[in-house]
């Protein structure tokens, strides 16, 4: 428990009704979008709304002590964002201006509480865009998105949040406000701490200003749906499509349990043509109206070749957001099947999709448990959803079972644990698998030399050791 003096010198610095001590109030911040796990309620809630405020309250954590626990909109799906050990969450929601476009330099400054959507949106009014766009992208905020480095569907042919970055402005864990990058497309002045910071989900600082890169709105975009027979076929088309010369602003996977519960739940009708299929792929080009026709035809003729059952070219603006439309909601529609959804996001080399989804079906198959693929084929990355009734405890042993088969089948394909979600808790015990321990050993070398009294984000990421304490 925080010292009751302690929490009235937070009142001060951030001013009373932006911090939250009652149970009711703290219950909310207890959790994240992670499924099944216990909730651990923190000692407090800061709603801050300055670099300034949260600089000093971490100060503050370091004198005390107390934990320090970043939080963004609560989207994450590993748990980055819950409080482990109790503490004081730091909010960045209430910080949510977009500060500045500069459409001149094309670039973006924000607050790390701004609705990535709302980013986009400003940005296209001005004939421009922001490239990552997760899942979450309606709801999720950019801070967020930079603790993670979030991908997306058009990551791709624009890359992970990382690459869409110039500067930041951070409090690092001892209370240290600093700059970081530069609004210059080059800089090698020194170490790169700012991409030491993204994805460090949290543990090494909380990012209190971004600067990002936009860039111009394509002129012409054409959506495709290809339909395969069989899932092998669908994964195999993938690698062939860049072997043809094409770089696809996305290509996205779904299989035929995705796409039929889709079917079901949300009323959506991708075409009659998909409805038995095995996978489908939705693939979209962007450019010149030229170059944009020319690797259409390209594509359609890979997809015929691979044995596509049939390919659709999406005629309008709207047909082409109906596709969309369908991928993103198959994770909700997943959601309304099953109790329990556990999704995790691997990512394979392209030559591994074809071994990757047949040997997870497989997996699902041999452990009776329902499995549906779906996600971002175009960079090998897909979300694997086991689905299962939490009161059924031989069937979540199923999938747990069914998890740890499928992560050392990934990493004997020279895959990785996470492609977008992070570590947080919930893949903590599989690191090692992709990690050594001297790997390891210097993180978390790198996390006590800036975070000495360990107090930023606590038992995250690395698996926790006897000598860590608790």
Known sequence: MIDAGVLNEIGVIVGAQHLLTSPEELVLYGYDATPAVDVVRPDAVVHAGSAEEIAEIVRLANRTPFYVIPRGAGTGLTGGARPIRG??????QRMNRI????????????????????????????GLFYAPDPQSMATCSIGGNLAENAGG???VKYGVTRQSVLALQAVLPEGQL????????????????????????????????????LL???????????????????????????????????????????IRCVEDYEGSSLTGLVREAGAVLIIELDGGAGDVERTGAIVERVMREGKAKGVKLAKTEEEAEGL????????PALAKIAPLKVNEDIVVPLSGLPRAVAGIHSIGAEQDIKCAIFGHAGDGNLHVNFLADPQNSDEVRRVER???????????????????????????????????????????AIKAALDPRGIMNPAKIFPERAEDGA
């Not at 895959?415 to 050993?441: F, P, R």
């Open 324 to 331: 969309w439309s369908a991928r993103r909601a198959v994770g």
């Open 87 to 92: 503490g004081v969450v730091i909010s960045t």
């Open 153 to 155: 569907p058009h990551a």
């Open 216 to 258: 111009p709105l394509p002129e012409a975009r054409r959506t495709l749906l290809a339909s395969f027979a069989e899932v092998e076929e669908a994964a195999a088309a993938v690698g062939a499509t860049f072997r043809a010369g094409v770089l696809p602003a996305a290509i996205e996977f779904m299989d035929g349990n995705a």
């Open 99 to 126: 500060l500045r476009i500069d459409a001149d330099n094309l670039q973006a400054v924000v607050q790390p509480g701004v609705v990535t959507d709302q980013l986009d949106k400003q940005a296209r009014a001005q």
């Open 402 to 444: 069914a998890v740890d088969e499928m992560f050392a089948l990934v990493i004997s394909l020279g895959g990785s644990i996470t492609g977008e979600h992070g570590v947080g808790t919930t893949k903590q015990k599989y690191l090692s698998l992709e990690l050594s321990e001297e790997s390891m050993d210097a993180m978390r």
């Open 178 to 213: 600093v700059r970081l990058g530069a609004r210059t497309l080059k800089s090698v002045a020194g170490y790169d701490l700012l991409s030491l910071l993204l994805g460090s989900e949290g543990t090494l600082g909380v990012i209190t200003e971004a600067t990002l890169r």
